[in-house]
């Protein structure tokens, strides 16, 4: 493995598996992954929310079982936040998917095995263009597994955001009229699937970006106002962990520019 990009504020955050523990339903509450029982897969967690993602990537892989978890969240924020290289992130995010379709073969009732592949094909396909991504079929699988890790998983902050994010995005690119009747995209669904997100992690910074980002496509500009309002907000919350971090500094960029 190529030596990844070090995350910015190395040494910010601190956790040990005790600490950890004690967090871990705040840090948890975008994902409601559950505290794993085996101390190699907590070990890896602990890099992870450290910001040290390319020594949990290989952790959670070599700890195995809930370990892949892990594995797949620190590469998939390490190539949507720290990977300048093109190439590279969309490679990553295809290794994402490939582990989490592994993964729901033998872990189908994994909330995050569905969530994790939809998260890397969504990426990867903005990556490539939304409208390549549709056109390569990948829409629908995205969106069948947002529904699946929903269903299994009904609280489940993240995968609220990405569904929504993925009506945004369709109707956005392809209109209302083919994004309903080819891949089911439909606004007030999108629009109510946000305002869930933020119900259920309602200090979620990630949250607050993608529904500002989602209301400006959705509704045009005269929702700007309002948009940058939650951006205002994203910017000013208070990151736990090192993905927290990355999710606020966003925010601050996209204010400053």
């Known amino acids: 493995m190529a030596k990844w ?12 598996a005790a600490s950890l523990k004690k967090n871990w339903s705040r840090l948890h509450q975008g994902d409601c992954e ?4 085996e101390a190699a897969a907590l070990q890896a967690w602990v890099l992870f929310h450290n910001g040290e993602f390319q020594k949990a ?10 370990g892949i978890t892990v594995a797949n969240k620190a590469t998939s924020i390490y190539a949507n936040y720290l990977e300048t290289k093109e190439k ?7 290794e994402v998917a490939e582990r989490s379709e592994a993964q729901q073969a033998s872990d189908p009732k994994n909330a995050n095995a569905w969530y994790w592949q939809a ?7 903005q990556g490539i263009s939304v409208a390549k991504a549709l056109a390569q079929g990948l829409g629908t699988k ?3 597994a947002l529904e699946q890790a929903i269903k299994l998983s009904p609280k489940h902050a993240d995968a609220h955001i ?5 009506h945004a995005e369709v109707i956005d690119k392809v209109g209302s009229l083919i994004g309903g009747m080819t891949y089911g995209a439909k606004k007030d669904v999108g629009l109510s699937l946000f305002r869930e997100s933020l119900k259920l ?6 949250a607050m970006i993608e529904y500002a980002n989602g209301m400006v496509m959705l509704e045009g500009d005269k929702k700007m106002k309002e948009a940058t309002k939650l951006y205002e907000q994203a910017a000013t919350s208070n990151p736990m962990d090192a993905m927290e971090r990355l999710d606020v500094e966003m925010a601050k960029a996209e204010l400053e520019d």
């Open 162 to 166: 990405a569904l929504a994010a993925f």
């Open 88 to 94: 590279a992130k969309l490679e990553l995010f295809m």
């Open 34 to 37: 559950p505290l794993p029982k």
């Open 5 to 16: 990009t070090a995350f910015p504020h190395a040494g910010d955050y601190t956790f040990d």
């Open 142 to 144: 995205v969106k069948n």
């Open 57 to 66: 990537t290989e952790a959670g892989l070599k700890a195995g079982g809930t």
């Open 119 to 125: 998260y890397a094909l969504g990426r990867y396909g």
């Open 201 to 206: 992690n309602p200090g979620s910074a990630i």
